[in-house]
Structures are given as C-alpha cells and as structure tokens.
C-alpha cells in the first residue's frame, strides 16, 4: 500500500478544513459517484480523482469502498443514539414523544441520499458482513426509541403503534422524497421536501397519540 505523502496533510483535502469534514466531503463524493456509476463500478481511484487526493490520501480516512459505506451506517446510527441519549434524559410525556417524533424524522430526511443509494445497490450490498448485521444493530436503538415514546413497562398495543409510528415516518419519507422514484414508475410528481415533512409527521402523531403517560 502506498505511503500517505509527506508533503500533504492526510488529514486534509486540497480546500483544507477540519478532519470530520474531509470525511463528510470523501463521503458526499463517494455517493455522487456511486448514483453515477453504481457501486461495483466506481472505484477508490475515481473517488480520489474527483476529490482532487491521491489514494494514499484517501486510504487515510477510509481503506476500502466497504469502509465509506460502513461509515453511512455509523453516522446514521450515531445520530439516533444522540436522538436517544437526549429522549432519556427528558421526563415521558406527549411533549416529549412529539418532539423526538420531529426530530426523528429530521434524521431520516437528512439520511435520505444514502438510503437511496443503499436501496439501488442492495443486491450488491447483501451479502457484506455490515449489511447482514444492519437490522441487529437497528433493533435495540429501536427499543430503546419505542420506550421513550411510551415509558416504561407500555402495554403490547402501544409499543406496536409506537413502533409503527416510527416505520411510517421512515419509510414514507424514503418512498416520497425527491430522486426516491424509478424513472419508469407512474406515480405523482414527488413531493416539496417541508411538505413532506409535514405530512409524515403528522402521521407519525397520530399513530402515537394516547401512547406516552400524561
């Protein structure tokens, strides 16, 4: 493997910038090209080209495409343990629920690219070791998500709407958001992101109205 080079900080593009955003910029590059190219077809060369690095520069921050796909996942599951921490820290109550509801959906909108490019390339990404153990991570955050909505010790009916509260928004706004549609698809032109928003939110309430103590 080629040594980083001595007349370049690692850690930095050519534009300079903080170590995290040399990372979020390798990943927001690596998802251009990967929605271009696909992702058997895109390569750790093109991705340091279009960065304007060498590959020594790039194999600082990630070793390998699996390692940046890697990183959406962290990131993703990063967010929702601070959405977590932040709900546990709050006493169970309507407020609370509404308030992590909207938050929540904020994380999904924001996710909304890599969860395009997980969908488009989830053949190819099945078997990989992180995939298949994608939804055992996701279950215990999830959880833990359902018992800030509902308290503790919520009966089975009002963990199931809590949980469907929670799939709802997901999904709804990774079905609707703009670019989320096949070409080919005859459905209504996708709808204006805080739209959007909105709608899935309100959804997400009203599936888990009456479920958190009072």
């Not at 390798?26 to 690095?53: D, K, M, N, P, W």
Request: glycine share 4%; hydrophobic share 40%; proline share 6%.
């Amino acid at each position: 493997m080629d040594a980083v080079p001595t007349d370049q900080d690692p850690e930095e593009l050519p534009q300079g910038g903080r170590r995290g955003d040399t990372r979020a910029r390798i990943q927001q590059v690596a998802l251009e090209l990967f929605a271009e190219h696909g992702y058997e077809r895109t390569s750790l060369r093109e991705i340091a080209e279009r960065l304007g690095v060498t590959k020594a520069a790039l194999y600082y921050h990630f070793k390998s495409k699996e390692d940046i796909v890697r990183s959406f996942t962290e990131d993703y599951f990063d967010r929702l343990d601070a959405l977590i921490e932040w709900g546990q820290g709050r006493p169970p109550a309507p407020q609370t629920a509404s308030e992590l509801l909207d938050r929540y959906v904020s994380i999904v909108m924001e996710s909304g690219e890599v969860f395009r490019f997980m969908e488009r390339n989830q053949a190819t990404l099945r078997d990989t070791d992180h995939s298949k153990h994608r939804f055992t991570q996701f279950r215990p955050r999830l959880n833990a998500l359902i018992q800030i909505l509902t308290g503790p010790d919520a009966p089975p009916r009002s963990r199931i709407r809590a949980a469907a509260a929670l799939f709802a928004a997901s999904t709804s706004c990774m079905f609707f958001m703009k670019d989320s549609l096949a070409p080919e698809a005859d459905q209504a032109q996708p709808l204006d992101s805080d739209e959007l928003r909105k709608i899935v939110l309100e959804l997400a309430e009203d599936l888990a109205r009456g479920i958190s103590p009072a």
